[in-house]
């Protein structure tokens, strides 16, 4: 069988990109091996860990569920947009290195990704909202309190930001 | 690259889609949101030869209360969208106890009604939500389009009533009746898993606080959702009491068969399914007799 490939354009962290890709990359391999964005990571490719969690126009979505091709037309936000070009940290990266929220790090970009999305939805959230808000990202090393901790202190520094 | 190589064609319309499972068949799979799809994909044990994608036909994404009857819900509206539409979930109250309890906020920003009731996982907990909710599910292919009532809609194990040429194109669900009140509540022993059981209650009341009509149906305890509305039969035409919700309870437990799994024994489904009866069927009647 041929491979089926199929022309994309997409826009990942404000740059526009055009690439042919078969139809069978995913997206976590395409911002990977073809973008060359090796922040988002990759763990269990079946929609458990959260590790290759990016954002699609602003929503929080796991990219090993996702084929690059249906990327086309969309925009895409990977942790790599995060800090400042200056690389000045976004408050939430900042808040996870004060309160220890890693250790491997593995599963971090994943967290990030979907704690940025949901602090801007839910500016001022509880403890347990953060809680299941980090449900569906799993971390083997600390335990999550302290990055439940550092998530609510990211709050408060981005509510403070722009009150 | 986890999947096997398929040829992949972007739907340009609901007739587009349709035309290409009519010349496909078995041999191709919708593509909706892709949370339980992907997944089987990306482990090989499925290995579709085309993936239709559905996911441009912002048609079947909304849902409609035009007609009073009953609410049609788009087979690709997202958990998500459903979760933020308060009209909806003030219709369909169920709803709004239940997606909470989906997955988690990644896989319901991308999961779709219809995707979940296709794929027909009776773990899940839209398909008894659509059982007790008694909707009809409309499918259509080229040649023709049914409505198939959900109790006849699953068939067994990830198996439904869709032919190789079908889509689900669109549910209704019945429009609210008065003095009516619903509960769903499940037990998993992580936020976002499938649920050891779960339950979901419809009691309606008539004259006095009597119970007019009861529906029940539960998930995660046999290979399709339970219909176990009979199960509050000796409820009709009675007031609710403690011991009439515990006899039903009891009746619940009588009538699955749940497997057991690794979180959980089937006896220990079975003794969760009863005290879930109990809380869910309570608190439906609260509900109606509340107004709510």
């Known amino acids: 069988m041929e491979p089926d490939r199929h022309d994309i354009q997409l826009s990942v962290n404000g740059t526009s990109y055009r690439r042919g890709v078969e139809s069978r990359m995913l997206l976590s391999d395409f911002l990977r091996h073809e973008l060359l964005l090796a922040g988002t990571h990759v763990g269990c490719e079946h929609g458990v860990c959260g590790a290759c969690t990016v954002l699609l126009n602003g929503m929080a979505v796991r990219s090993c569920l996702m084929l690059a091709v249906q990327a086309n037309g969309h925009e895409i936000s990977t942790v790599e947009d995060l800090a400042t070009p200056a690389g000045e940290l976004h408050p939430v990266q900042q808040a996870m290195h004060d309160h220890h929220g890693l250790q491997c790090g593995y599963c971090t970009p994943g967290i990030l990704m979907t704690m940025t999305a949901f602090l801007k939805e839910n500016p001022q959230p509880s403890e347990q909202e953060v809680r299941e808000a980090l449900s569906g990202n799993l971390c083997r090393c600390t335990g999550y309190q302290n990055i439940v901790d550092a998530m609510l202190a990211a709050a408060d520094t981005m509510r403070a930001a722009s009150p | ?292």
Do not use: W
């Open chain 2, 1 to 292: 690259m986890k999947p096997a190589p398929f040829k992949y064609i972007a739907a340009s319309s609901v007739d587009h889609a349709l035309s290409l499972k009519a010349e496909y068949g078995d041999e191709a799979r919708f593509l909706a949101g892709g949370q339980s799809l992907i997944p089987t994909m990306n482990f090989r044990l499925a290995r579709p030869a085309v993936l239709i994608d559905i996911n441009g036909l912002n048609d079947l994404a909304g849902v409609d209360r035009a007609n009073g009857e009953s609410i049609r819900v788009g087979a690709l509206a997202r958990y998500r969208d459903l979760e933020r539409d308060t009209n909806f979930l003030e219709s369909c109250p169920l709803f709004a106890d239940a997606l909470p309890h989906i997955a988690h906020p990644q896989i319901r920003n991308r999961g779709t009604i219809g995707g979940n009731l296709s794929h027909a996982d009776p773990a899940s907990e839209l398909p008894a939500l659509v059982v007790a909710m008694e909707a009809r599910m409309r499918l259509k292919s080229s040649a023709r389009e049914r409505e198939v009532a959900a109790s006849d809609f699953f068939q067994g194990l990830l198996t439904t009533d869709i032919k190789a040429d079908e889509m689900l194109l669109e549910i209704a669900f019945p429009a609210p009746t008065p003095r009516t009140g619903t509960c769903f509540m499940e037990i998993a022993r992580r936020r976002g898993d499938f649920a050891l059981a779960g339950v979901a209650a419809i009691v309606t009341l008539g004259e006095g606080q009597r119970c007019l009509k009861a529906r029940l149906a539960l998930c995660g305890v046999g290979e399709t959702p339970v219909d176990a509305s009979g199960a509050l039969r000796s409820l009709i035409g009675q007031p609710c009491t403690g011991e009439a919700i515990d006899a039903a309870a009891a009746r619940v437990r009588e009538m699955i068969e749940p497997s057991g799994n690794v979180h959980g024994s089937a006896d220990y489904q079975r003794h969760i399914a009863g005290i879930l009866t109990q809380r869910a069927v309570g608190v439906a009647f609260q509900r109606a007799g509340h107004g709510a």
